[in-house]
């Protein structure tokens, strides 16, 4: 499969590929991968897919960890990953509190558009996998297709009847990579 040819997903990270916490994760510690989203990132890997991670990490403009507790726990994702035959080719995130107005931080659509023009892979063509009503927002306005887990803020943001009856919904980041490779 040459360069032209990968097909490219994005991922949220909290409550998609790890346990997420209204307390935020701050530590390597605290960065438990969910049941079976390793095996499924490593899945989309073995398929051909680029893996893009697109998340929201406030915590650091609210002083609850630093740049290097955040590169910490990224480095136990792909080591994590890697053990496993997986790998994610693109990771970016925001720093920034809600108050700050960026455009990155989801539900605005630039950390998408950052890892689709990495790829060079036309919005439209790339589903983003969340598990909140942001991350859903910032794919629609990136232009590209939503799937909800029910991990994480997932069962939440279902039952909270703001997504459309066309979203896809799965019970987890493992099921959504079954499905789409089927």
């Not at 609210?62 to 080719?89: C, E, P, S, W």
Request: aromatic share 6%.
């Amino acid at each position: 499969m040459d360069e032209t040819e990968m097909k490219l997903i994005i991922l949220d990270r909290d409550g998609v590929i790890n346990q997420d916490s209204d307390s935020y994760i701050r530590s390597p510690e605290e960065w438990v991968p969910l049941p079976a989203s390793l095996a499924a990132i490593a899945l989309l890997a073995r398929a051909g897919y680029r893996i893009g991670v697109a998340t929201n990490q406030s915590g650091i403009a609210r002083g609850l960890f630093d740049r290097q507790a955040l590169d910490l726990m990224h480095d136990k994702m792909r080591n994590l990953l890697r053990q496993r035959g997986g790998r994610i080719d693109y990771l970016t995130f925001c720093p920034h509190g809600p108050e700050e107005g960026c455009g990155c931080r989801k539900p605005q659509p630039g950390m998408l558009l950052e890892i689709c023009r990495h790829f060079a892979t036309p919005p439209g063509e790339t589903t983003m996998v969340g598990d909140s009503l942001t991350d859903y927002q910032a794919a629609t306005r990136a232009g590209m297709r939503f799937a909800l887990v029910l991990t994480g803020k997932g069962r939440r943001t279902l039952e909270q009847g703001k997504l459309p009856s066309s979203v896809a919904v799965h019970s987890n980041l493992h099921e959504f990579v079954k499905n789409l490779l089927q």
